[in-house]
């Protein structure tokens, strides 16, 4: 089995000091040609380095592409109301035929609390509120009436088709939340082996919440050129992972997206 193999959209950076900040219509059309599944948006009100709009980045890859599927890489669920952030998975859904990974998390520690304080949120209890929006998100987005934290019932309208959900992070605390909540997991960085052992752990993990295992998404570090780098996939899919999205190995994000497509192509 050939895993599903996407990258990111040049829209950030972990590090400051090279920021990746690249045209995201040329970036998606190169993914699409390419043959990449997907490319994702990473997300942030104020990051350890430059950022773009998530949403907004999804919805240029969306105009001008049919095919690829667009991911939130992660969408920090509890920065909004839950409200605000299914309104925009519904209309990622519309403008895009229904594309949407809609991957959440409680945000990396490196770029601290500055985000949070700005948008009024408590970086403390991120993970709870993470929990409690994802108990309503689906319903949300589907239209139906969903009970909000005050005891406010809303319905949005329209309704769209709930997209796959999937939680990121590497802790014990996140690969609940997957098992509990959503459709998939994200790690970053994990080995084969590790990746393998997640999977095994996020199995027993629903089955105590009575749901199906989630399915596993690496992000991974690109292993070397072309050839190591799809030996390194396939060593993911042999630990039964099925999407591994190649992070950027320096800002020549066109350089990037080509050489993903050769990794594709390879396998």
Known sequence: MTPLIGTFLPTSTPDPARPILGDVRVAARLAEEGGLESVWATDHLIGSAPMLDSTVALATAAAVTERLRLGYGVMLLALRPPAWAAKSAISLQYVSGDRLLLGVGTGNPAHGDIGWRAAEQSFAERGRRTDESLRIL?????????????????????????????VAGDGVRAR???AEFADGWIGIGQTPEQARAARAELAELAERFGRTAPSVTI?????????????QVAGYTEAGVERVLVAPRDEDWRGHIEFVAKVRAEL
């Open 219 to 231: 992000v991974a570090f690109p292993a070397g050129e072309v050839v190591e780098t799809a030996d």
């Open 138 to 166: 689906p319903d949300l987005i589907a239209g139906r009436a969903a009970t909000l934290r005050d005891g406010t019932v809303a319905t949005l309208s329209p309704g769209a088709t709930v997209p796959p959900i999937l």
């Open 176 to 178: 609940r939340r997957a």
